[in-house]
């Protein structure tokens, strides 16, 4: 089946520089977790330029801009996430990572794979819908804050305000459709002791030692495994005592925190109850034994000035096979030239724990890029990839909101 309005392959020219335009203009603004405003204010305008019917930045600072469809179909939002990590130090990158160099086929600087190539190849992907006479339904396109620290949270305000159909998650995906991934728990464990002169260690309790007999026990849990989404991985991330640095005292305090990767179904409660269980049984054996865990706390406060508790637990979630979403995501993909495309899942978690895990929205990942190139040195993004991921945004637009 052939669709109406998908572009063909070979995109013109003129709108392959304007993606790349936009893109680079993009990656030359800094936009660390929480100072997000420049690229904001940036964006709004160019929304509006480009044509947008509305364009609104949120309370907590993320923007969304809306292509009002004929008002029969669907609506979709296309979500990439406007923030990036810092850059440690300028010296480990041989280009400079706000300058967006292209350089044999590839575009560098930080974001370009996480995300701002997806979220730019989105905007434009909207734009070039409406210059071509629009969808059935609704086209959203937003630029969410936070998400390298606080997955979905920002998404989650979104969401509850339009309330899509359908949910496209840019994260890199090599242009395959990704309809899963693992979710993120925090979890934070402390050992309590009682704190003495290091010459007299009899007369104390050391909370570091309790520690490590705890992580014996932790290692030994069993985790869950899913044939589709991989093992529920539980990993120790950080450790640290109290005080620090200890000047002749026996810790009383010791602090651990540990990475876990979640599997679907999975809840705060049933994560922490093997942990805590472990606990009780040192606990019982060991009088002098005093430890507590929970799932981490974040104080959150965005360039707005926004300011929020998060709980660091983003759920897993995964579409089910027989999922309409699927196929005609597929034979939209298809129709643009990706024929290779294959269905997988990621492994990192991302705003989709929000619009899936816990909205139960139809949720599929599509984007430019790899995973294992988020965060490094010399980050960069294929140009030819980013041109593809807008054409796939384009048809995938023009099938799923029918």
Known sequence: MKLKNVPERDMKDERKREVMDLCSKMIQISSITGEEKALVKFLEGEMKTLGFDTVRVDERGSIIGKIKGRGSGKT????????????????????????????????????????????ASMIMAASFLKRDGGTDGDVYVSGTVFEEVAEGWALDFILDAIQPDIVIIGESTELNLNIGQRGRAEIIIKTKGIPAHSSNPEA??????????????????????????????????????????????????????????LLTGETKDSVLKPIKEVILELSKSDTTFNAEVSIAEAELETYTGYKAKHYKFAPAWILDADNAAIEKALTALRETGLNLVEIGIYSFCTNGSSSAGIHNITTLGFGPGREDHAHINDEYVEIEELIMACEGYYALAVELTV
Request: a negative charge; proline letters at 7%.
């Open 76 to 119: 979709i939002l296309f979500d990439g996430h406007l923030d990036t990590v810092p850059v440690s130090s300028q010296s480990f990158w041989t280009k400079d990572p706000f300058s967006a160099d292209i350089e044999n086929g590839k575009m560098y600087g930080r974001g370009t794979s996480d995300m701002k190539g997806a979220l």
């Open 204 to 261: 104390g309790v050391n909370a570091v030692y309790k520690m490590v007999s705890l992580i014996e026990k932790i290692n030994g849990i069993s985790v869950p495994v899913s044939p589709t989404l991989g093992e529920g991985t539980i990993v120790l991330t950080d450790i640290i005592s109290t005080p620090y640095p200890g000047a002749s005292v026996i810790p009383e305090i010791c602090s651990a925190t540990f990475d876990r990767r």
